[in-house]
């Protein structure tokens, strides 16, 4: 298995150390060949009250130094690794031009939502981006052993599957597939409740041998809840805390897409919230 090109997206918050030596970890453990990491300094917010005294002062250049030497004591993969440091007005422009310039596999950004930032840049690079997008928080573990996907038995969902089971294949460790279901409650008058799950539990199995036996994977422990009183969202992201998941897999959209633009909005939920398991949005169909 082989993830050959990752961008990294810097900020010069204390996020960036668990990045650069997470991303480490990747490029070695899945032979990748170029690692670029990226950083964009918004000029547009020093306030006027300094430009005077920093106009003899190359921003770029501190920048760019204090990166590297970042870099150079967090990164010891054996790939090649470039430094790009810019200062275009659009972030997610700016890190979407470069993701399609060096046909990157996977962007690696912090999860700014369980840290310091309104995580708004990651919300509209998510829905930018045309490679896969990892999220991390700042509880994630360095080298990620327990894997999670959630399902909901789309074909769009299958390409989270995919990836999520070469992984934990690679890796020899099980893999937790994850489906929950909502009824809605406007059937309860009519439907009693313990009969209503029964069926949909019913149904969720017969989906789930399906999918297993399309996709071939094994090693899977199939999990199917029901909301409950939650959100979907708000199920997975408990689910998946609670399993102790080091990496949740779900594909960037699910049933009733009208246009390869749109993300699902169970995804964007998962990644524009407080989710303090790294995410895995998967958007291309293949890693080799």
């Known amino acids: 298995m082989k993830i050959k090109n990752i961008l990294v997206a810097l900020d010069l918050s204390e996020l960036d150390t668990l990045l650069i030596q997470y991303t480490s970890n990747l490029a070695k453990k899945y032979n990748t060949d170029n690692v670029y990491f990226i950083h964009n300094v918004k000029k547009y917010e020093i306030s006027n009250l300094f430009a005077e005294q920093l106009e003899d002062i190359n921003i770029e250049d501190i920048i760019e130094e204090e990166l590297e030497n970042s ?17 275009d007005s ?32 990651s919300g509209k690079l998510l829905r930018m981006a045309k490679c896969d997008v990892l999220s991390i928080p700042k509880e994630a573990k360095i080298i990620p052993e327990n894997f999670m996907v959630a399902t909901d038995f789309s074909t769009a969902s299958q390409k989270a599957f995919h990836i999520a089971s070469a992984m934990s294949s690679y890796n020899n460790t099980l893999l937790k597939a994850l489906h929950v279901f909502k009824i809605p409650q406007l059937f309860f008058p009519y439907i009693k409740v313990e009969k209503a799950l029964e069926k949909v539990e019913k149904h969720t199995d017969k989906l789930f041998n399906k ?17 409950g009183e939650d959100s979907i969202p708000e199920k997975i992201r408990t689910v998946a805390e609670k399993e102790k998941t080091d990496i949740l897999f779900v594909a960037d959209k699910g049933h009733n897409n009208f246009t ?12 524009t919230h407080d989710l303090h398991v790294p995410l895995w949005v998967v958007k291309r169909h293949v890693i080799e």
């Open 71 to 87: 870099i150079n004591k967090h990164f010891n993969a054996d790939c090649n690794y470039e430094l790009l440091v810019s200062d």
């Open 90 to 121: 659009y972030t997610e422009g700016l890190i979407g031009y470069v993701a399609n310039k060096y046909m990157v596999d996977l962007i690696v950004l912090g999860n700014k939502n369980t840290y310091k930032g309104s995580g708004s840049v």
């Open 211 to 227: 999918l297993l036996q399309k996709i071939n994977a094994s090693n899977i422990e199939v999990i199917r809840v029901s909301a």
């Open 260 to 271: 390869s633009l749109l993300v699902g909005s169970v995804t964007e939920e998962l990644f």
